[in-house]
């Protein structure tokens, strides 16, 4: 019990300013902290899209930008693209799209994907390059530095830090736990 006493936990709870997959009355919140050009997140993503279809209304997943820009260079932007897309409604499709395609992360692909999921791209690309949703992004980041995420991908499992892998038996294995 000690050693889940001394985890580190969420300092910033779910708000209404989260991106929110699952029914509030899910009896599990798994929150990530990532970053679209990491290649860890990417195979994490993997393992959330199955644990979210297995768990079904079990569980709530909510994802906080965590660029880390220093050595993924796209993060930002694709962070800020993902923003962008959610202003217009479509924040979970860019979100998936931005995974599937970690390795085209460019200026004219971001603008592809917006296009590809019919957004006004001209509003997309006035605010990806107005930087409009960068205090979004920083508030989710330094939301997790309080929370003491160093990397990513990291998990909190109704608020507590989830130490173990995020391949799927681990995220299983944890969300089980508090079911």
């Known amino acids: 019990m000690s050693a889940l006493l ?3 936990r969420l300092t910033v709870p779910v708000n209404e300013n989260d991106h929110v997959l699952g029914p509030a009355t899910a009896t599990v919140t798994l929150v990530e902290y990532g970053d ?3 290649p860890f997140c990417g195979a994490a993503h993997v393992s959330v899209k199955e644990l979210l ?4 209304d079990d569980i709530q997943f909510v994802f906080r930008h ?4 220093t050595i993924h260079p796209y993060a930002l932007p694709a962070a800020e693209a993902a923003e962008a897309a959610g202003a217009q409604g479509k924040f979970w499709e860019m ?5 599937t395609n970690q390795d085209r992360l460019g200026l004219a692909d971001l603008l592809g994907y917006a296009q590809t999921l019919g957004l006004d791209l001209e509003r997309f690309a006035l605010e990806v390059d107005q930087h409009v ?3 979004r992004i920083r508030q989710d980041f330094m ?3 309080r929370s003491g995420v160093n990397g990513t991908p990291t998990f909190f499992v109704n608020g507590v830090r989830h130490n173990g892998g995020y391949d799927l038996p681990s995220l299983l294995a944890a969300v089980s736990a508090e079911l």
């Not at 279809?53 to 079904?56: E, I, Q, S, Y």
């Not at 965590?66 to 820009?69: A, L, V």
């Open 6 to 8: 001394d985890r580190p």
């Open 36 to 38: 679209y050009e990491c």
């Open 53 to 56: 279809r297995t768990a079904g």
């Open 66 to 69: 965590f660029p880390m820009s």
């Open 95 to 99: 979100h998936d799209l931005l995974f």
């Open 133 to 135: 949703h960068q205090p």
């Open 143 to 145: 939301s997790g530095i």
